[in-house]
């Protein structure tokens, strides 16, 4: 057990955070602009009708907005405010959450958070409706506070009006709501919501350096600032190498936001004429626009025409194949589902044709001139090749190709190595993604070298801590017979990216770094932090081998969530004990 005095000061700090935070909300509002203030107590349950006190708040008017400040107690019992699950809208109905209903006129307005800041809007049900608003969610030891604050524009209110409101918690471990309006189980009665009046609208409010969500956007790049941005919510990127577009509504609900696509799978007529406009195209176009449906992104390789004039001599002159590949970027830079350009494919410092880092440099400025908003890959086996190729490029792919024929490897140091190594070839900061070991060759080549799904997991992990924002599986299998165990294997990597995703490692913001401040009685074992996930400690086991662990250090609270296994446990004399599956990351919040 703790020491009293310990346990007192880390009491002490907690509560004056939680203050400074309801002082810093409160000073939006000065006297002189704060129109309306409604106190918001007495909520009571759908399922038994008891009324919870503890759940308290208050609305705040002034000439262009709405706040709304809620404090509700930690009510899910298992594990304290819900899970861990990051920014998707699917996400945001698994955990505790708050939802703010407003009906004006004929429309109803629905704007939903919950505890880790997941948040969700609608109106007239429709989810992709595009106006803007703030939110922030803190948390002490005993409860959550949330601050909303929507402008009236985003209400559609122009002038002085009255508008129906209400308020509901939404617990999930035990289920139930509390609504500050009483309703009748599942069946909403506008007619007795209460009312709130508007007064003195001037409906002049901006949100400066602002971006707002759209729940239906997917992953993109935005090379001015050299990220991959879903707008304001940060996310890796997941993706395939696929050649099919009747994969990709499959490909999507396995987990990945990206595509990766060889142009010439989507040739009509195969380098035949320069096309002239998208419907000469027809299936680059198809494919693309399925990939929008899905929302998924495409990144198109262009790599594989580009070399071609050089081994078959049936394929047009090289300056015709560089005004093909012009004529398709300038028609297709512009379609929303475009990810970027696949600009090199494991290129060769020594080719025998032509010098393949002056030919790369030279295509990516012209590809820049056309477009400037997509990022450029370049892919590397050899990582000191990079460079070579280091101005040929914005994202650099690193392949993690280990494995030897029926030969596995024992530690993931080497992927930190490799991550490492190529960070130091650059002369100026690159993006790097990773290319775990294939597996689509074992039936095709014979090659016999396809990884365990441990050992997919466990480079996976190394990648993403290691830094990289990307990772890229080679490849998708249309056919469940063109590999061997594909059925298999597809269903253990959708759940590896749920399991990330979970773990809250797809922030695309996150810097880790080595935790410190704890130690572990196994050198094999690693332990991670990052400067996202406060209080969280990533455990990584680097080997083939089931290890056990022993962590001891300064762990604040009484009770230590397991993320991994969704359970929490006792804080016993600041240690965790416990085993850790090969190649496996274990994540504990304290």
């Known amino acids: 057990m703790r020491k009293t005095t310990k346990l007192s000061q880390i009491n ?28 918001l107590s007495k909520f009571s349950s759908i399922v038994d ?26 009510l899910s019992s298992e594990i304290p405010g819900g899970f861990r699950y990051p920014f998707n809208i699917n996400n945001i109905f698994k955990d505790d959450r708050v939802e703010i209903e407003f009906i004006k006129d004929d429309d109803i307005y629905n704007f939903i958070v919950n505890t880790w800041g997941s948040r969700g809007k609608k109106k007239n049900e429709e989810w992709d409706w595009d106006k803007k608003w703030k939110t922030k969610v803190e948390r002490d030891k005993n409860s959550f506070l949330y601050e909303i604050t929507i402008p009236f524009s985003s209400l559609g209110i122009e002038k002085n009006c009255r508008i129906k409101f209400n308020l509901f918690v939404f617990q999930e471990k035990p289920k139930d709501i509390f609504t500050y309006a009483p309703i009748l189980g599942n069946i909403k009665n506008y007619d007795k919501y209460p ?44 993706g395939w190498f696929c050649g099919n577009k009747n994969s990709l509504k499959e490909i999507k609900e396995n987990g990945a936001n990206t595509v990766y696509y060889y142009l010439h799978s989507a040739l009509d007529n195969f380098l035949s004429y320069i096309p002239q406009k998208k419907e000469d195209l027809p ?31 049936t394929f047009k002159s090289n300056e015709y194949t560089y005004d093909y590949l012009k004529a ?203 400067n996202i996930n406060k209080r969280t400690i990533f455990v990584l086991n680097k080997t083939k081998k089931k290890l056990p662990f022993v962590i001891k250090g300064n762990f604040c609270n009484d009770t230590i969530i397991d993320i991994s296994r969704d359970r929490k446990i006792l804080n016993n004399k600041d240690t965790i004990e416990g085993e850790i599956e090969p190649f496996d990351l274990v994540v504990y919040q304290y």
């Open 49 to 74: 009708g008891t009324v919870n006190n503890e759940i308290k708040g208050r609305i705040l008017t002034n000439k262009n907005s709405i706040s709304i400040i809620l404090t509700v107690p930690i």
């Open 328 to 530: 398709v970027i300038q028609l297709f830079n512009t379609h929303p589902a475009v990810f970027g350009w696949w600009l090199g494919e494991e290129p060769e410092i020594n080719n025998f044709y032509f010098n393949e880092a002056e030919r790369l440099t030279l295509l990516y400025t012209t590809i820049k001139n056309i477009d400037s908003k997509h990022q450029i890959f370049v892919c590397h086996c050899h990582k000191e090749y990079i460079q070579v190729y280091q101005e040929s490029g914005d994202i650099f792919c690193v392949e993690l190709y280990y494995l030897e024929p029926r030969v596995g490897f024992d530690s993931l140091t080497k992927v930190f190595q490799d991550l490492e190594d190529v960070r130091s070839y650059l002369k100026t900061p690159k993006i790097l993604f990773i290319v775990p070991q294939v597996f689509s060759w074992k039936e095709e080549r014979n090659y016999g070298w396809d990884p365990t799904i441990e050992e997919i997991r466990g480079m996976v992990y190394a990648g993403i801590l290691g830094g990289a924002k990307g990772i890229i599986f080679f490849r998708w299998h249309e056919n469940e017979n063109s590999l061997k165990n594909w059925s298999t294997l597809k269903k253990e990597i959708s759940s590896l990216l749920l399991k990330i995703e979970k773990l809250g490692l797809t922030n695309f913001e996150i810097k880790w770094e080595k935790e410190n401040n704890f130690n572990v009685n196994n050198p094999e074992i690693e332990l991670w932090k990052n």
């Open 283 to 313: 299936s680059l176009l198809s494919f693309l626009d399925e990939a929008q449906k899905n929302n998924l992104k495409v990144v198109i390789g262009i790599s594989s025409i580009l070399g071609a004039e050089n081994y078959n001599q």
């Open 12 to 39: 002490v700090i907690q509560k004056l955070n939680f203050l400074f935070f309801f002082l810093w909300i409160f000073s939006i509002f000065s006297s002189e602009n704060l129109k309306h203030t409604l106190e």
């Open 195 to 238: 009312i709130l009046e508007i007064k003195e609208v001037e409906n002049k409010i901006k949100f400066e350096n602002y971006n707002e969500s759209r729940i239906n956007s997917q992953t993109f790049l935005t090379s001015s600032q050299n990220y991959i941005s879903q707008q304001d919510k940060k996310i890796i990127s997941i």
